[in-house]
Each structure stands twice: as C-alpha cells, then as structure tokens.
C-alpha cells in the first residue's frame, strides 16, 4: 500500500445526485424498447410544465440549453443581423446560440455585487438594430426582472431566460423562465435537475412554443413521434429546415426523479450555503451577496472572490492549491470577451465589460452538490483556508 491510500478521494466538483429511481426507470425505458421522443418526455414535461405553473402546451423538452436558446431565437423570426443583448459573465453557448441563429450578440457588463447582467448597461447598448435581450440568472440569483422587462416592453423586445442555473429561481413570487418570451432550461450533468445531456423550453404563447417544438424535430409536422406507435402508420410532411434537437425518453427517464427530488436538493444545497457563509466569514476572500428581497436564489454555485491584493494569492494559484489538496474546482466565467474566437469576429476588447473581466480574474466555485456531506464541505473550507494560508 502506498502513503497515497490515506489520502480521501478526489472531491468532485458538481458531482451529479443520482439515485436508485432514475436508475430503475432507465431500466424500464430500455427494456420497453422505446428509448427516443415518447411517453417519458411527455411526462417530463407535463411534470415540468407543472413545477412552473404554466401550461402543457407551454413547454417543449429538447436535448440540451444550447438547442433551446437556438430553436427559440429561430422561432421569434427575428430578421438576421438583428442584435441581442446579453451577459459577458457566462457560458460560451450563450453566445454561440445567438451567432447559430444569424443574429448578432452585444455585451453589456454585469454588476460589481449581483454580477447579473445591469439594466443600466443594457439600456445603453440598445441600438435601432437591438431586437431582444438574453439575461442569465447567474449561479441562479434572479436577474431585475422589473427593469429588465420594462426596458423590453419600451423598446419593443423579446427576452429570452438563460436558466440553466435557475430551475428553482424565483423573482417577486414568479418564477425564473416564464418573465420572457422563452425561458431555457438545462440538464446537463452539473446542473440542479440533470438527464445526461437535455434542455427545455418554457413559454408564453402556445404558438411559438409549438413553432419550437417542430423545429427541435427536422421541421417535421406536429406528432412525428407518433408516426411509429400501434396508431398505424402516418406520413409526415416537412414544412421548415429545422434541427435534430429532440430530447429522448432515456433521458426523460432520469429527468422525471431528479424533477421530483428538485425541492429537497435545493434544501441540501442552502443548508450547504449557510454552512459555507459561516466557514468561510473570517478569511479575506469574497463571499457572494445576500440575496435581495422577495427572491429564491437557486444556490446553483457558490463563488467566492480571490483578490490577490487581499489574499495574497492570485485566483489561478488558488485553483492549484485546491486541487492539491483533493478538492475540484470551477471557473464561472472568464469573461466570454476573452475568447479569440469572438475577439476576431466580432472585434470584443474584454476591457469594455470591466465588472465582468474583474469577476472572471478573481472567482472560484466551490463545490455545492446536494451529494456533499457535512464533513466534505469541512474539507472544503480547511483547504481554502490552507490555499490563502500559502
Ligand atoms: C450549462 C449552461 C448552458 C448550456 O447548457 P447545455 O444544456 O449544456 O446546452 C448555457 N448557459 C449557461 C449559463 C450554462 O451554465
């Protein structure tokens, strides 16, 4: 045996909570030979049409976030070259869903506390060209939704929700994802409800969410699925050039016991929170604000702030450090204006979103799966500690 074998395991950052049910069900799903768009999916998203209150006919499942922010942008026929406003402190597929769909992104910086995109700075980024925004409910804190769809209404916009950290979000008693003309979900594997890979659409007319639905489905016509089922054969008729976006029922078959745990997790995970605010309160890192009044924060990521001017540590060796000591970390973001892709394309000099490009210098998540024990989270904030320590 080597000294090695003392050590606890590698804690996994964003460790997916799967349980027995979603185990058995994929079970059922394989030995029922249905495993692509059927029954399952169908109940998912009845099941998650009625975790946020709105309408059967409102919700669309897809395979992933990226595909729901895609298909919704075609769906609202927004004429290419169009611009949309989002959040440089995010995920590479918010921007990438804008490009795929023939319109063009515009940053405006987030907000020093918050770091959820500010009203003020989207206000000053609209152009004529300006035709929607596209928030993200950062690490799952709900984004101003009063100014944010004031500021749509005034100017004649759509909105589309980047949730895939919001499931459980709440803004004034409302919740994340049905504000805007879309709201889009994800289930990929770190986040609060996970299928594998999976997404989905929530929104506010019937029409354009069935306008999404085929389009996640080749642009056939309506109930392709059906087209193989004991009802006999039906033709179908293509009637766009849509995508093959569609989610299936072995993923739907984990997605439905996740959904149903989706209350107890986030309990695990504030408890997580509170724990983490109390271990962490005397080192010189920076924690996450409070959450404002008459909101649920989704506590999808904790991030702290390592300064180096106050940590005596710069963020990137802090990183090191935790891994070191067997706890995995994450980045939530480099500012998307940093990427040489955009960079080239689109001419973005990340010195022009400073909150975000500061944030994405200085933030660490630590972990907040509800899988975490209490005595993992232990080694959590002795190993930041023993990081700022050097
Ligand atoms: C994960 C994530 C996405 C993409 O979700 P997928 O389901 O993997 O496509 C988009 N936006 C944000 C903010 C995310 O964290």
Redesign the pocket.
Known sequence: MSSNDNKPPFLVFAAPDIQEPEIAEVEACLRSGWLGTGPRVARFEADFAAYKNVGANLVAGVN???AAMHVSMVAANLEPGSEVITTPL??C??VNSILHADLVPVLADVDASSQNIDPDAIEAAITPRTRAILP?HFAGRPCDMDRIMAIARKHDLMVIE?C??AIETEYRGRKAGTFGDFGCF?F?VT?NVVTG?G?MIVGRDASLIARARMLALHGMSKDAWHRFSDKGYKHYQVVECGFKYNMMDLQAAIGLHQLARVENNWLRRRELWEMYEQALADLPIGLPAIAEADTRHAHHLYTVMVDPALCGVDRDSFLDRMNAQGVGTGVHYQSVAEHPYYRERLGWDPDRWPNARKIGQQTVSLPISSKLSDSDLERVTKAAAHSLAG
């Open positions: 992933s976030c990226t995010t995920f597929a918010t993200v980047d895939a950290h994800s990929y986040k890979e997404g």
